[in-house]
Every structure is written in C-alpha cells, then in structure tokens.
C-alpha cells in the first residue's frame, strides 16, 4: 500500500507523522493541480525518496517557459519525459 498527496510537498515532520501511522509505508507527493487534470511533478517508488521532497516528473510531462511574447526560452527549454 502506498499513501498519496496533492498540492505543495508536505513538511518533513507532517510526512513523518502520517508515515508512522501506517508502519512507513511511502508516501507518493503529486503536484500540478487540476487545471493540468494531473500533475507535473511528483514522487517515484522506483527512485530514492526524501520526505516532504518530489523525486521527478510525472509520466508524459513536458515543460516549456515562454517569454511575454509567448516563444520558448531556447536556452532553458527542456523536454521531460
């Protein structure tokens, strides 16, 4: 079993808690919000973890800052997958 949260990484000391309260099982962090109907970032079972922390990007995500013009930032531009 695996417990879940949305929204802002939680505190360390709130993760600790609510993990010791299930024997510590992990805690998968997503963050992204419904206006995306997923998320962008979020926690891995398969990578190391840290509480309270996002270990990578969620499947399919794909991130590209624009400038007021609304072109992409060639130099900061990177495709996450």
Do not use: H
């Not at 840290?50 to 969620?58: D, I, L, N, R, W």
């Amino acid at each position: 079993r695996v417990l879940a949260t949305t929204g802002e990484a939680s505190d360390i000391d709130d993760n600790l808690w609510l993990s010791s309260r299930t024997c510590y099982k992990p805690i998968v962090e997503c963050c992204g919000g419904t206006e995306l109907a997923s998320s962008y970032i979020q926690g891995r079972l398969l990578q190391p973890q840290a509480f309270g922390a996002f270990s990578g990007p969620s499947m399919s995500t794909g991130f590209v800052i624009l400038d007021e013009q609304g072109n992409p930032y060639v130099s900061i531009v990177r495709r996450i997958f």
